[in-house]
């Protein structure tokens, strides 16, 4: 894979990235199970922002440094308006996250626990999907009518089955995790 930015820059990111994960996972798990205030919402969401615009910051100086300032203003740019394009696609993953947690009648004080673990899991999904479909948009260009008109009879199923109370013994998607994995029908702790 050839990439303009230096070695240490991705170095970087990745610890960085680790180091998050384990502040999430590790240090604030002592906090325990607890319902997230908007407050504690807000305060998160700067810290993240924040972060996220220093890592810009670091990105374009590693451009002056490294190439040449047009570079870095071109490089910087595009790492805003991919992080703001992702901030508001994150939004339609709220949605979604809400009508598991919905579904599957999550307290409130447990959603933080899962909403992690989603997170991981999407990370892993994501980059999956985007390889893939990726791979098969330059290929088969015509699999994006496909692409759509799973995503078109997907959103047409959730508006459908809207006000239908759910019934998780029927779920198919349960069963076969129920084949593979012991699953509680009752919450036990996180």
Same mark, same amino acid.
């Given at each position: 894979?050839?990439?303009?930015?230096?070695?240490?820059?991705?170095?970087?990111?990745?610890?960085?990235?680790?180091?998050? #994960?384990? +502040? /999430?996972?590790?240090?604030?798990?002592?906090?325990?199970?607890?319902?997230? =205030? &908007? $407050?504690? %919402?807000?305060?998160?969401?700067?810290?993240?922002?924040?972060?996220?615009?220093?890592?810009?910051?670091?990105?374009?100086?590693?451009?002056?440094?490294?190439?040449?300032?047009?570079?870095?203003?071109?490089?910087?740019?595009?790492?805003?308006?991919?992080?703001?394009?992702?901030?508001? #696609?994150? +939004? /339609?993953?709220?949605?979604?996250?809400?009508?598991?947690?919905?579904?599957? =009648? &999550? $307290?409130? %004080?447990?959603?933080?626990?899962?909403?992690?673990?989603?997170?991981?899991?999407?990370?892993?999904?994501?980059?999956?999907?985007?390889?893939?479909?990726?791979?098969?948009?330059?290929?088969?260009?015509?699999?994006?009518?496909?692409?759509?008109?799973?995503?078109?009879?997907?959103?047409?199923?959730?508006?459908?089955?809207?006000?239908?109370?759910?019934?998780?013994?029927?779920?198919?998607?349960?069963?076969?995790?129920?084949?593979?994995?012991?699953?509680?029908?009752?919450?036990?702790?996180?």
């Amino acid at each position: 894979m050839h990439t303009l930015a230096p070695l240490w820059l991705w170095s970087v990111f990745v610890i960085f990235v680790l180091i998050a #994960l384990f +502040v /999430d996972f590790v240090v604030l798990k002592k906090q325990g199970a607890h319902e997230v =205030s &908007v $407050p504690e %919402a807000i305060r998160w969401s700067i810290v993240w922002v924040v972060l996220s615009m220093a890592f810009n910051g670091l990105l374009w100086w590693a451009f002056l440094e490294t190439q040449s300032a047009e570079l870095a203003h071109t490089k910087a740019l595009e790492f805003l308006t991919g992080y703001l394009i992702e901030k508001s #696609l994150a +939004v /339609d993953n709220i949605f979604v996250f809400l009508m598991i947690f919905t579904y599957f =009648s &999550v $307290p409130p %004080a447990f959603q933080k626990r899962v909403l992690m673990l989603g997170i991981i899991g999407a990370i892993f999904l994501r980059t999956a999907m985007i390889l893939v479909g990726g791979w098969l948009i330059a290929e088969f260009h015509w699999v994006l009518y496909l692409f759509g008109a799973f995503l078109l009879i997907t959103g047409i199923k959730m508006w459908w089955a809207a006000d239908k109370e759910s019934d998780l013994e029927d779920n198919p998607a349960l069963k076969l995790l129920r084949k593979v994995l012991p699953v509680s029908k009752d919450f036990d702790g996180e």
